[in-house]
């Protein structure tokens, strides 16, 4: 079964919203601090938002102000409120379940044995 499952992504406008979604299993929400990443075209998988069990985030510098993680305990999933998108946002966006990237920024903020979803594509275009 697949352990995390996003949904959520889609075609916007700049300044747009939208609101990803990931469904993650008990065991792996439970256990595991939660995280957005993305991967665009021809580059490599950054973090763009990270949060851990007792509430602490980290967020890019690039999306401060305009994204929001959050996480529902009840329903095992964690989102990621997008606003005020630009087309630089545009990329595939991955849930990620595993330890928390303290201190890291951009590539590479990942464990060898994080947990991935199959990610979803958000595109900014008008």
């Known amino acids: 079964q697949v352990q995390l499952v996003e949904s959520g992504g889609g075609l916007v406008q700049p300044g747009g919203s939208l609101r990803l979604s990931c469904a993650a299993s008990?065991?792996?929400?439970?256990?595991?601090?939660l995280g957005w990443y993305r991967q665009a075209p021809g580059k490599q998988r950054e973090l763009v938002a990270a949060i851990r069990s007792g509430g602490s985030t980290i967020y890019a510098d690039s999306v401060k102000g305009r994204f929001t993680i959050s996480r529902d305990n009840a329903k095992n999933t964690v989102y990621l409120q997008m606003n005020s998108l630009k087309p630089e946002d545009t990329a595939v966006y991955y849930c990620n379940a595993g330890r928390f990237p303290a201190g890291c920024s951009g590539y590479g903020c990942y464990f060898p044995y994080d947990y991935w979803g199959q990610g979803t594509q958000v595109t900014v275009s008008s």
């Open positions: 008990g065991s792996i929400f439970s256990s595991n601090a």
